[in-house]
């Protein structure tokens, strides 16, 4: 369990996982706790996200909270004068400037929360996540419960033909995989892409 620290300085915290971990669950918990201890929070997401809500953060259990959309993570500098906490979800979807907006934000004495894949579909490292996650004073992995097996899942495995590195979904799209059986998915996946070139 994420303990908050006590100091009065900023920070960066990640959270990160696979599909389906809670990671959107834990943001949203963080942030609650903040503004009933009556913390200035300013929240935020991706514009492009727009699955459950236009305007609201929403796990996939449906807990929601109010947050604003923004289309480049220069915004949240601009939109965060005054706050002692700021939230970001989905954070892989964001520009490569974000890592450097959380240092500044964390060197104002800001209290950053994000949330975010730390892999694609393919199994790798998604957008600014890597950089987050080297700079961050907390992380926290979380994992969801394969699918196939029942074991822990760290993957998130895309059960669509598309190819596009972003593609919004839900669990008709994806599904959380352990590492054993993703492989065997992306292998088999492979076999039958070779064999439909060659009909």
Same mark, same amino acid.
């Given at each position: 369990? !994420?303990?908050?620290?006590q100091a009065?300085?900023?920070?960066i915290?990640?959270?990160?996982? =696979?599909?389906?971990?809670?990671?959107?669950?834990?943001?949203?918990?963080?942030?609650?706790?903040?503004e009933i201890?009556?913390?200035?929070?300013s929240?935020?997401?991706?514009?492009? /996200?727009?699955?459950?809500?236009?305007? /609201?953060?929403?796990?996939?259990?449906?807990?929601?909270i109010?947050?604003?959309?923004v289309?480049?993570?220069?915004s949240?500098?601009?939109l =965060?004068?005054?706050?002692?906490?700021?939230?970001?979800?989905?954070?892989? !979807?964001?520009?490569?400037?974000l890592?450097?907006?959380?240092?500044?934000?964390?060197?104002?004495?800001?209290?950053v929360?994000?949330?975010? +894949?730390d892999?694609?579909?393919?199994g790798?490292? #998604?957008?600014?996540?890597?950089?987050? +996650?080297?700079?961050?004073?907390?992380?926290t992995? +979380?994992?969801?419960i394969?699918?196939?097996?029942?074991?822990? *899942? =760290?993957?998130s #495995?895309?059960?669509?033909?598309s190819?596009d590195?972003?593609? +919004?979904?839900?669990?008709? *799209?994806?599904? *959380?995989?352990?590492?054993?059986?993703?492989?065997?998915g992306?292998l088999?996946?492979?076999a039958?892409q070779r064999?439909?070139m060659?009909?």
């Open positions: 369990m !994420f303990i908050e620290p009065r300085k900023g920070w915290e990640v959270v990160c996982g =696979s599909m389906f971990s809670g990671k959107t669950e834990e943001l949203i918990r963080r942030l609650k706790r903040a201890a009556e913390q200035k929070v929240i935020f997401k991706p514009m492009i /996200d727009t699955r459950y809500s236009e305007e /609201d953060i929403v796990s996939h259990n449906d807990n929601a109010s947050s604003t959309p289309s480049h993570s220069s949240l500098l601009l =965060s004068e005054n706050v002692e906490v700021v939230g970001v979800d989905e954070a892989q !979807f964001f520009d490569d400037e890592p450097s907006v959380c240092e500044q934000l964390a060197r104002n004495g800001v209290r929360i994000v949330a975010g +894949l892999m694609d579909f393919q790798k490292p #998604f957008g600014p996540m890597p950089a987050l +996650l080297a700079m961050a004073d907390y992380i992995k +979380l994992h969801a394969c699918m196939s097996c029942g074991s822990l *899942a =760290s993957h #495995f895309r059960k669509t033909a190819k590195k972003v593609l +919004l979904g839900e669990k008709d *799209a994806y599904e *959380a995989r352990c590492r054993t059986c993703y492989t065997e992306m088999s996946e492979a039958k064999e439909e060659n009909q």
